[in-house]
């Protein structure tokens, strides 16, 4: 049995750092343990030129431990009138890496989303153009659609017409949530590829309403029945390059959570390698969580792999029930419980 187990510095491919004092409290429990993060540009008001994400930038690398090696990676909001030009330019001079799809009121921040996909259309040709990929909050939002049903409808009413009328656009479908999702991303060409959560991995719906409603357990998008999780372990564990790590790691406070209309979202930074270890473990596949922790994510976007490396060991961790941000508590994932695997920079 592995006791000790060492890989390349990893990166997570989906990270909400928000901004101000909730930044500066949180950051570095990201940093501790990725090289580099895509940041989520849903703040108020959400990042959608050069000069709001160079600012953001440098908040956060303002707040970072110095002893951390941190790389933040910017990611553009786009919105219905967004400027195809503004995008080339930030991609050109190397402040955005991506661009972010959230539909119209889909989660938290996402008032200004895109309101109809053919409304981005010459943004998104734009960036077919220049090689610049596309992140994708896959839910529709309609009210007549199942909250449990709105990932599998976005991919048959949206994202299969994209991928049609983009045949050479990069997307990455985000935080993935069901077994229909994992079979178009691995049915679709090499361009295609997602990002699965380490708590999308571990509980299903029931958890969020297990002797009355979970606030902590809930997020968007939401999650689905049994099968739908284990669809993702699978994928997560195939050893396919289409897969990799993406924490979406989403903070709020107790009193946000715990409220007549609670928050989407979970603070998973903290233990996030030491809860994707216990899911590889439970599926004996340890040997595959450096490819889809390290390797996987950086070959997709053109980037080079992190030297360095981390290690994880076979010894418990408690994780606590709450943890201390901006003069009051969050409640991180595994509250309460103990983790089977400790992280330490190597």
Known sequence: MTQNLTIRRPDDWHVHLRDGAMLSDVVNYTARQFSRAIIMPNLTPPVTTVTAGTAYRQRILDAVDP?????????????????????????????????????ANATTNSSHGVTDIKNIYPVLEAMQRIGMPLLVHGEVTH??????????????????????????????????????????????????????????????????FQGGIRPHYYCLPIAKREKHRLALRNAAISGSPKFFLGTD??????????????????????????AYAKVFDEEDALDKLE???????????????????????????????????????????????????TFSRS
């Open 67 to 103: 002893s951390l090696s941190f790389e933040p990676l910017m990611v553009c909001y786009l919105t219905d009138t967004i400027d195809a030009d503004e995008v080339a330019r930030g991609h050109a001079e190397g402040v955005f890496t991506a661009c972010k799809l959230y539909p």
């Open 249 to 274: 790691t989403a903070p709020h406070t107790v009193e946000a959570k715990q409220s007549a209309c609670g928050c989407a979202g979970l603070f998973n930074a903290p233990y996030a390698l030491e």
């Open 291 to 341: 490819g889809f922790a390290s390797e996987f994510g950086p070959r997709f976007y053109g980037i080079p792999l992190n030297d360095g490396t981390v290690t994880l060991t076979r010894k418990d961790v408690s994780v606590p029930e709450t943890l201390d941000v901006m003069d009051t508590k969050i409640v991180p994932f595994h509250s309460g419980g103990t983790l089977p695997w």
């Open 143 to 208: 009210q007549d659609v199942d909250i449990f049903d709105r990932e599998a409808v976005f991919i048959s009413d949206v994202l299969k017409d994209v991928v049609k009328d983009f045949p050479a656009l990069k997307i990455i479908f985000e935080h993935i949530t069901t077994a229909e999702a994992a079979d178009f991303v691995m049915a679709a060409g090499p361009n295609i590829a997602a990002t699965i959560t380490p708590h999308h991995l571990e509980f299903n719906r029931n958890a969020i």
